[in-house]
């Protein structure tokens, strides 16, 4: 049995909490709204996790303090424009050594950095790696069956992490490649949110297929030139999440580009779904790699045309059909 701070009381760290209160450890959870933890106590449930109870030994605080303090693990599970400050809020009491388990999926705008590197820049003594991989909170939370890749600096924080998670209903591998399995969860927002632009557009299965393939085609160009391992991107983290993320009404991603595809603004997509859409946030800091790493990226330029420089969505994927010609991948020749 182990002791885990769960810093988020969103949907997934509660998802994640749930799931380890079932495996047998004490967690804590931690929500920066007093309202937030009193409705969890008082309710037992959270309001956006239908049909998922919380267990009666699950610890909640708006304390940071005892969150964090002689924590064996910490999963840090806030959306991505809040990790860093979230990170800073833990420093004082995090130790020499502990591990920090990022679960946010986003690339920093204003310093290109991954989750993982801005944990490290407020906790410099933090060992920190990351799960991801296609796991909607709502089936988590219920049991369903979910697999997950946890990346580390070494392989035996790798495997505790894969100790303390494991489950008959939660199923993880591990990596070493900490960068492609963070890069593999930005990215694929970015997509979705295409994904979901073309069937706001009333587009079909056809279109989808297409986005999902030119889609792990693009993140995978960028994520090696970047240093991330090819076969990250085949994986859990790569094209396992982005075909979720693509296809489930679970994904907010996939819900603010369907309102965008039927003539919603971005601002209003996001009042609409009434969560953060992490894609939204990611999208500029992808395009600002792709030009940084000379990567050529259309699907990701053109949802930053239409999300900020109002470009219709129908002219966007006009804009993609109609390109330069061009062979499928430029690792096949013919032999005459």
Known sequence: MAEIGIIGAGTWGTALGVLLCHNGHRVTLWSAFQEDIQYLKENGMHKNLPGAELP???AFTASMEEAVREKELLVLAVPSIYVRTTARAMAPWCTE??????????????????????IGDEIPGACVAVLSGP??????????????VAGAETEDQARFIQSIFMSPSFRVYTSPDVLGIELGG????VIALAAGIADGLGYGDNTKAALITRGIHEIARLGTEMGGAFETFNGLSGI????????SMHSRNRRAGIL???GYSMEE??????????GVYSAKAAWQLAKNYQVPMPIVEQ????????KSPAEGVMDLMMRDKTNETGALSWNR
């Open 56 to 58: 009666e030994e699950m």
């Open 97 to 118: 050594g502990q591990l920090v388990v990022n679960v946010a999926k986003g690339i920093e705008e204003s310093t290109l950095m991954t989750l993982t590197q801005v």
């Open 135 to 148: 796991s909607h909170a709502e089936e988590v939370s219920r049991g369903i069956p979910t697999t997950c």
């Open 186 to 189: 930005a990215l694929k927002n």
């Open 240 to 247: 396992g999440d982005l075909i979720v993320t693509c296809a």
């Open 260 to 262: 965008i595809g039927k």
């Open 269 to 278: 997509a996001m009042r609409e779904v009434n969560m953060v859409v992490e």
């Open 303 to 310: 949802v930053n045309q239409v999300l900020f420089y109002g």
